[in-house]
């Protein structure tokens, strides 16, 4: 897996002060994209043991409220985004995961490996980024259709919970 930047005090992709992996490679394509650079799978640096410690190193710090996973598409690469997961809760279990995905819920689901990953996630900020639903009044999203869904809660009680309307 490729990436392309690391951000060490993000306040823009999730809830608090947080890390920001923005990984390369995303299928989806979705027209009006804000990251288009991120799509090509080959972009970036390849994400190694150094990059893993520069996340740890980051997260370390007690303002720091968790890591968000966005890009790309990280569930475009999931087997390492599995291991990046694993290994931050294992780490850092009071650090919750945001992860933005382009698929719904309901579509990584039907993926085995996929429902590994949402086990360590905490939030899931999911669906295509819609040009024509766009709204930048949203928090956390870009486009009307996506949702910001508490994954504990929603595999807890198996139907989805959203943190916000």
Known sequence: MNYH??????MLNGDGIRVSLWVSGCSLHC??????????????????????????EALDKPYIQGLTLTGGNPMDNVPEVLHICRTVKEKFPTKDIWLYS???F??????????????????LVDGPYVEEQRDITLPWR?????RVIDVKKTLELG?????VD
């Open 102 to 104: 382009g698929y719904t």
């Open 159 to 163: 139907r989805i919970v959203t943190l």
């Open 5 to 10: 930047n690391i951000d060490h005090c993000d």
């Open 142 to 146: 870009g486009s009307k259709n996506q």
């Open 31 to 56: 027209k009006g994209c804000q990251n288009p650079q991120t799509w090509n799978f080959n972009s970036g640096i390849p994400f190694n043991r150094e990059a893993l410690q520069e996340l740890y």
């Open 106 to 123: 309901e579509q990584l689901q039907q993926s085995q490996v996929a429902t590994y990953i949402l086990e360590y996630v905490d939030v």
